[in-house]
T-cell receptor, first 112, second 111 residues
Framework: KAGVTQTPRYLIKTRGQQVTLSCSPI?????VSWYQQTPGQGLQFLFE???????NKGNFPGRFSGRQFSNSRSEMNVSTLELGDSALYLC???????????FGPGTRLTVL | GNSVTQMEGPVTLSEEAFLTINCTYT??????LFWYVQYPGEGLQLLLK?????DKGSNKGFEATYRKETTSFHLEKGSVQVSDSAVYFC??????????FGTGTRLTIIP
């Protein structure tokens, strides 16, 4: 069974721009979660989607948003990029029923 | 709120040494506990997990036991290899909720 895939793997943007990241979960998984990893703040939860609905949300500003499609693929959008948004963005999928989360390789976002 | 405290790194060991990485948690109730590993340039891989008190998770020679009395989930391996060099994260979650991670412990094994 294929694992979680994330595209693109690397992105370079400038301040003020917006960016969209994509995540395809493991086949059959209906839950997708997003995490931000930075050297200073570590791993922080952004949000989780289950069956196209946001089920949980972390403490990030409204510039960070997401959505999930009927095939369970998810996108994350960050608008008005700031230098501090530079991070590794990790996506994780699970069946959604008290199951383990499995992570993708991440998207490395650099904001200049 | 819930939190995970991990042993500060970095940790450097010689090949075949015994490894312990300490992890303790603070939570209301009894969460599931996890160890994830991150190799350079990669995402997180699940190493092992335990879902209830006294459960022992094990994988690839690594073990951790869910200790409710001490709210701990220490990671151990009897004989480490160079290929075990990575960053190790302890984490907890309740059911379908988010994972709460520790700060990570960087492990370097020298031949």
């Amino acid at each position: 069974k294929a694992g979680v895939t994330q595209t693109p793997r690397y992105l370079i943007k400038t301040r003020g721009q917006q960016v969209t990241l994509s995540c395809s979960p493991i086949s059959g998984h209906r839950s997708v979660s997003w995490y931000q990893q930075t050297p200073g703040q570590g791993l922080q939860f952004l949000f989780e989607y289950f069956s196209e609905t946001q089920r949980n949300k972390g403490n990030f500003p409204g510039r960070f948003s997401g959505r999930q499609f009927s095939n369970s693929r998810s996108e994350m959008n960050v608008s008005t990029l700031e230098l501090g948004d530079s991070a590794l963005y990790l996506c994780a999928s699970s069946s959604g029923s008290f199951d383990t989360q499995y992570f993708g390789p991440g998207t490395r976002l650099t904001v200049l | 709120g819930n939190s995970v405290t991990q042993m500060e790194g970095p940790v450097t060991l010689s090949e075949e040494a015994f490894l312990t990485i300490n992890c303790t948690y603070t939570a209301t109730g009894y969460p599931s506990l996890f160890w994830y590993v991150q190799y350079p340039g990669e995402g997180l891989q699940l190493l092992l997990k335990a879902t209830k008190a006294d459960d022992k998770g094990s994988n690839k020679g690594f073990e951790a036991t869910y200790r409710k009395e001490t709210t701990s989930f220490h990671l151990e391996k009897g004989s480490v290899q160079v290929s075990d060099s990575a960053v190790y994260f302890c984490a907890l979650s309740f059911g379908n909720e988010k994972l709460t991670f520790g700060t990570g412990t960087r492990l370097t094994i020298i031949p």
